[in-house]
């Protein structure tokens, strides 16, 4: 492998670094963060998502492509070093009408379950007979050993891999399906496209994310939200202030903790950024904001936002408020989908932390509405953040905990008065 990152090359975590190199043939120009891996880019950037991630620390195998033609775990790959390189993937294998060899010999020895494995072992097996023809029967439990299936459909895999070596000891086909002038597509609706004339991967955001702010509309994806939030609160202010609030989107954004509103777009559009922590990793989003509902009493709300590392946020946020005895109810609610690195800290987490993050803006909210600048002008701190929501979920066992002390009490205390 020849290809690095120039040697004294010193970068900011938020930097997007440019790196040219071909994939299945197409070329591809992603700009991505110096933390990015190769297989977040294949995924989240390129629309490839045979390369599976499991473990994303080397263990697994599950991410394996060829790098210049040798096998590599795509997680452990960080995308700027590959520089002028050719990296195959899953896809390049065969095509529908026409399968690799391999792919044929898993489909006939049903060499899967869940197959999940699948795209690592067939790289996998395709390095190993590239570079090993001879190779034994005996010896592909250990030279597959790289690649760990939960499933065990390990003697399935092994007969067939040993069934294609055995019927091409002379070479196996090289991958069918390169040069397909396959789109890459990026998951993401505000991601790339190209085609192998227009290289893919820099359409996404300029030096300051402002690819994103072409976006004419933004639409949210059909599929069920990541996390959804819903903050009810009553709040001592009156629904002039509410109002007041609800019509000043610079104010809005200084309630929404990490937020800040860097260009008004026109038409109701926002260009701006917001900053999270989740435990070790930051994450800072850059992206629009769209107005689609504004009225007195309610406000409607769509969102998009790319991190440099690859971590993709679309929301809805729609905020209510209607006059009570306190002053006025305020309901907040929210719809995010996420996708990349902040995706893979888990629907559980993920929504602990944005329940925290709303219920900080429902409360800026109230300060607002009572004419009080908003505390909430902070980014969140990872550790707050994180402590508020474990502190939150041991409060929830330890009170589960008391109810079922009590009720094995009272069971006792009944089972002695019979
Ligand atoms: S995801 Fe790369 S080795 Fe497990
Ligand atoms: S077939 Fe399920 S992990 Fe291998």
């Known amino acids: 492998m020849t290809n690095v990152v120039p040697a004294l090359a010193r970068v900011e975590s938020h930097d997007l670094i440019e790196v040219g190199f071909t994939v299945n043939g197409t070329p591809a120009q992603p700009r991505v963060a110096a933390r990015v891996t190769l297989s977040d880019v294949l995924r989240d950037q390129l629309g490839l998502t045979g390369t599976h991630v499991g473990c994303e620390h080397g263990v697994c195998g599950m991410c394996t492509v060829l790098l210049d033609g040798a096998a590599v775990r795509a997680c452990l790959v960080f995308a700027v070093q590959l520089q002028g390189s050719e990296i195959t993937?899953?896809?390049?294998?065969?095509?529908?009408?026409?399968?690799?060899?391999?792919?044929?010999?898993?489909?006939?020895?049903?060499?899967?379950?869940?197959?999940?494995?699948?795209?690592?072992?067939?790289?996998?097996?395709?390095?190993?007979?590239?570079?090993?023809?001879?190779?034994?029967?005996?010896?592909?439990?250990?030279?597959?050993s790289g690649v760990l299936c939960r499933c065990t459909g390990y003697r399935n895999i092994i007969d067939a891999v040993d069934d294609v070596a055995c019927a091409y000891r002379e070479g196996l086909p090289g991958p069918g399906n390169c040069n397909s002038g396959r789109s890459l597509v990026g998951r993401n609706a505000a991601g790339p496209v190209s085609t192998p004339q227009d290289p893919v991967g820099n359409q996404e955001t300029d030096?300051?994310?402002?690819?994103?702010?072409?976006?004419?509309?933004?639409?949210?994806?059909?599929?069920?939200?990541?996390?959804?939030?819903?903050?009810?609160?009553?709040?001592?202010?009156?629904?002039?202030?509410?109002?007041?609030?609800?019509?000043?989107?610079?104010?809005?954004?200084?309630?929404?903790?990490?937020?800040?509103?860097?260009?008004?777009?026109?038409?109701?559009?926002?260009?701006?950024?917001?900053?999270?922590?989740?435990?070790?990793?930051?994450?800072?989003?850059?992206?629009?904001?769209?107005i689609v509902d504004q009225q007195r009493d309610r406000i409607t709300i769509l969102a998009q936002g790319r991190d440099a590392g690859g971590s993709g946020a679309q929301a809805q946020f729609s905020l209510a408020a209607e006059p009570s005895a306190e002053g006025a109810r305020l309901t907040a609610d929210a719809q995010m989908f996420l996708t990349g690195r902040i995706a893979g800290f888990g629907r559980s987490l993920a929504g602990d932390v944005s329940r925290r993050m709303f219920a900080d803006f429902a409360a800026a909210i109230e300060q607002a509405a009572r004419?009080?600048?908003?505390?909430?002008?902070?980014?969140?701190?990872?550790?707050?953040?994180?402590?508020?929501?474990?502190?939150?979920?041991?409060?929830?066992?330890?009170?589960?905990?008391?109810?079922?002390?009590?009720?094995?009490?009272?069971?006792?205390?009944?089972?002695?008065?019979r």
């Open 89 to 144: 993937t899953v896809e390049a294998l065969g095509r529908p009408d026409q399968l690799h060899p391999l792919q044929e010999a898993f489909s006939r020895h049903h060499g899967l379950q869940c197959g999940f494995c699948t795209p690592g072992f067939l790289m996998s097996a395709f390095d190993l007979l590239s570079h090993r023809p001879d190779v034994t029967r005996a010896e592909l439990p250990n030279e597959l």
């Open 207 to 290: 030096a300051d994310g402002g690819g994103l702010h072409t976006i004419d509309a933004i639409r949210l994806p059909t599929s069920e939200p990541t996390v959804t939030i819903t903050v009810d609160r009553q709040i001592g202010a009156t629904m002039d202030g509410v109002a007041r609030v609800f019509s000043d989107v610079q104010l809005m954004a200084r309630c929404l903790p990490g937020a800040q509103l860097t260009d008004d777009l026109g038409g109701g559009r926002y260009a701006g950024r917001a900053t999270i922590g989740l435990g070790p990793v930051k994450l800072s989003f850059r992206g629009v904001a769209q």
């Open 371 to 417: 004419g009080e600048e908003p505390v909430a002008a902070e980014p969140p701190s990872a550790a707050r953040l994180l402590t508020a929501a474990l502190a939150s979920r041991m409060s929830a066992w330890w009170a589960a905990a008391r109810s079922r002390i009590a009720r094995r009490g009272a069971g006792v205390q009944n089972s002695d008065d």
